[in-house]
């Protein structure tokens, strides 16, 4: 089992923009080049993001992506439910009557356990903490990161 590129690229840019935070837009270009990812497939994501109020976007010549929250108000379950739609690890973890062998079915507890307990973990971290990971990590390479 997987993340997603989709959800892992997401969660990148939306570091990005939190560490080059400023007040003013972020060219769709300089987070696709600092995050070594094609522009299109980054515009889709960042799409996905502002439809779920996570990101808000700026148009004109000067224009380009902000957060649309303060990055300890935005959850990692937040961004992987906006580009991912519901976190479910199987489709009876989520709705038993999706299955027409739920009552018989000696795993739907597992997958609804396991999805649960993934679900617990991003819902209680916030792009805040992923935020200050970063610069710790960047603080041991000698250096602060910057953007």
């Known amino acids: 089992m997987k993340i997603s590129t989709k959800f892992r690229y997401g969660l990148r840019a939306m570091l990005d923009l939190s560490l ?3 007040d003013h ?3 769709v270009q300089s987070i696709a080049e600092r995050q070594q990812l094609s522009k299109k497939y980054l ?7 502002k439809s779920a109020g996570l990101v808000r976007s700026v148009r004109g010549a000067k ?6 929250k303060k990055p300890e108000d ?3 379950e937040a ?22 062998r739920a009552e018989e079915c000696a795993t739907q507890e597992l997958w609804a356990d396991m999805t ?14 992923i ?3 970063s610069r710790e990590l960047a603080a041991k390479q000698g250096g602060m990161y910057y953007i």
């Open 131 to 133: 935020v200050a990971r």
């Open 43 to 49: 515009e889709n994501l960042l799409i996905a993001l």
């Open 116 to 129: 649960n307990a993934l679900v617990d973990i991003m819902r209680n971290k916030t792009l805040a903490d």
């Open 63 to 68: 224009g380009g992506y902000l957060l649309a």
């Open 74 to 76: 935005i959850t990692i």
């Open 25 to 27: 837009p972020i060219l």
């Open 79 to 100: 961004i992987a439910t906006a580009l991912e739609g519901p976190m479910l690890l199987a489709d009876c973890a989520g709705d038993s009557h999706s299955c027409a």
């Open 20 to 22: 080059s935070q400023q």
